[in-house]
Every structure is written in structure tokens, then in C-alpha cells.
């Protein structure tokens, strides 16, 4: 399979798709909520949708590239039934979050990242990263926060560096993913329904035209194409390599062996080398959409890390 052709999908699948603390008189720790509209304020004041289910130790989930919290929903729905405490949020841009015309770089990125902890004072917590999410929890991790995060999982990553450079020379060409960012953008619907197929591996992969509409719709209705576009330059062109190095809690990385969104070879077969305390899970025949295409082995997988991490403190 040619590297070209296993990335020309990256315009429109999700690798197309690669904070103040509460009041003194709070609620025991992972207990507390913020207030009953469901939205947390970033740093910048824009305004963050969030969902929050189940009761224990908790999981925070973050989103691929174009989807938001929704994506979620049956990993989410599956580990709150068994005493745990599930969130996930919209990014900035994506789903019920405000849109503000800034802040579309992985910095402010982790800053919400943060901001969303620190605000529900999430501990023990386990972050949840699928796609370019899992760039986000990687920048947040290297910041060396301060303690709150007992370990993370990486599903499908688009880590460590896409671009091709001097130092990165199997990388993708700049040329090929402007390119799909221009067909993106002239045909943004038509660009994403033809992304599908490759992004849940349909093909062996069972998946039924609605929930394939849902995920259509999903980036359509809740990510602009501003939006799509700005994110696409930033996590293409960023270099996680030093950063991954820096991460100092149990990470486990999953992938498919045939995501062609993001090659395993080049993402996570890397990635894995680069985090002290990682371990590769491979799931056999799958593509992008794991949490759709597995979701009973994922969140399976999601319960038994939990359970081993929290079985040691």
C-alpha cells in the first residue's frame, strides 16, 4: 500500500482529521460539578459544552479532528455503568462550544484541556484521546501538570510528526495535504462522505448507513469549515516526538492495523518507542473508527486500564 494513497484521506477523515479551582467549600474530590448548564469558560472566555456521566474515578475523553463529544457517547454510556465517572467535552469550534476566531493552535488547545479539568477538579483522572485529541492530551501531559492525571490512552494517534522534513523524511509531503485541504474546501460534503469507507475500514467492517450519516453529519453540523482547515495546518505541521518523550504516567496506545487515516507504521508503531511507560495494543482488521467499529473491545480495553491503574493506588 502506498504512503500517498494511505494519506489522501487526511483532508477529510479525522488524521484528515491528524485552570481556576472551585469554591473552598467543595464536594470530595471527583465528586463536585460545575454549574448545570454544562459549560466551562476558557482562559479566553470562550465557552465550553461538556457532558458528564456516572460516578467514581473519573475518564475524560477527547474528540478526533471535526467531532465532538458525542463521538463518545457509547464508550461513555458502557464505563458509567460500571462506577465510573465519564466526561468529554467540545472543543473550541466543534459541536455546542462557542466558536471564537482564535485560539485553534494546541496550546490554547491544552489550555482548555486544563481548564476542563481543573474546573470539575478531575484526580486520578485517565485522559482519553482519539485522533488528533490524542495531540492534545500529549501537549497537555508534557506541560508536566501537577499531579491529577494517573495515566492516558491514545487511540489511533496521529502522533509523532506527519509532515515530511530533512529530519522527518518518510513524512507526508506539504504539497499532498494542501492539496487535500483545497479539495476540502471546495467540496466540503462530498470530501467527507467519500473519506467514510476508509475511515471505519468498510469493508470488513460492518457499519449501517445512519451511523454513517451520524458521523457525516457530525463534522457538517458541528465543525466550520474555518475551522477544519486552521486545525488540519497546525497538527499536520507539529513535532510531538521531543514531547512524548516528557510523559511520565502509563499511557497505552491503540490502533488498527489497517487505518488509513493514520498508517500504524507511521503513527503509533513510533509513537510507542517514545513514551517510557507505553504499551501497543493492535487491533486486528480495524481502521480509524474504533470507538464505533469496536466499541465492546475498546471500552473493554478502557475498563481493564482503569482497573489495573487504580488496583495500584
Known amino acids: 500500500m502506498h504512503r500517498r494513497s494511505l494519506w489522501k484521506v487526511v483532508a477529510a477523515s479525522a488524521v484528515a482529521g491528524l485552570v481556576p479551582s472551585g469554591p473552598a467549600n467543595a464536594s470530595p ?15 479566553d472566555g470562550t465557552n465550553l459544552f461538556y457532558r458528564d456521566w456516572g460516578a467514581g474515578p473519573p475518564l475524560l475523553f477527547v474528540a478526533p479532528w471535526a467531532l465532538n463529544s458525542d463521538w463518545w457517547e457509547y464508550q461513555m454510556a458502557a464505563l458509567s455503568d460500571h462506577s465510573l465517572r465519564c466526561v468529554a467535552y467540545d472543543r473550541r469550534g466543534h459541536g455546542r462550544s462557542e466558536e471564537p476566531g ?5 496550546d490554547t488547545l491544552a489550555d482548555d484541556l486544563a481548564e476542563v479539568i481543573e474546573q470539575l477538579d478531575l484526580r486520578n483522572l485517565i485522559l482519553v484521546g482519539h485522533s488528533m485529541g490524542c495531540a492534545e492530551v500529549v501537549r497537555y501531559l508534557s506541560r508536566q501538570p501537577e499531579g491529577r492525571v494517573a495515566g492516558a490512552v491514545l ?25 487535500g485541504r483545497l479539495a476540502l474546501a471546495k467540496d466540503r460534503p462530498g470530501q467527507i462522505a467519500k473519506a467514510a469507507a476508509g475511515f471505519f475500514g468498510v469493508p470488513p467492517n460492518v457499519v449501517s448507513p445512519e451511523l454513517t450519516d451520524w458521523w457525516i453529519r457530525m463534522m457538517l453540523d458541528g465543525c466550520s469549515l474555518k475551522v477544519m482547515l486552521e486545525l488540519h495546518r497546525v497538527f499536520t505541521k507539529t513535532d510531538f516526538r521531543a514531547e512524548l518523550r516528557r510523559i511520565d504516567v502509563p499511557v497505552l496506545l491503540i490502533h488498527g492495523d489497517r487505518d488509513i487515516s493514520a498508517p500504524i507504521d507511521f503513527t503509533s508503531r513510533r509513537t510507542a518507542p517514545l513514551i517510557p ?8 482488521n480495524a481502521a480509524h473508527g474504533l470507538p464505533i467499529t469496536h466499541m465492546d473491545r475498546l471500552s473493554a480495553d478502557l475498563l481493564a486500564f482503569a482497573e489495573k491503574l487504580h488496583s495500584r493506588r
Open 277 to 284: 511507560r507505553c504499551d501497543l495494543h493492535v487491533y486486528e
Open 102 to 106: 482564535r485560539g485553534y493552535d494546541f
Open 29 to 43: 474530590p471527583n465528586q463536585r460539578r460545575a454549574p448545570a448548564n454544562h459549560f466551562i469558560q476558557a482562559r
Open 155 to 179: 487511540v489511533a494517534t496521529i502522533t509523532p510528526f506527519i509532515v515530511k522534513t530533512a529530519d522527518n523524511p518518510t513524512g507526508i509531503d506539504e504539497s499532498v495535504l494542501e492539496n
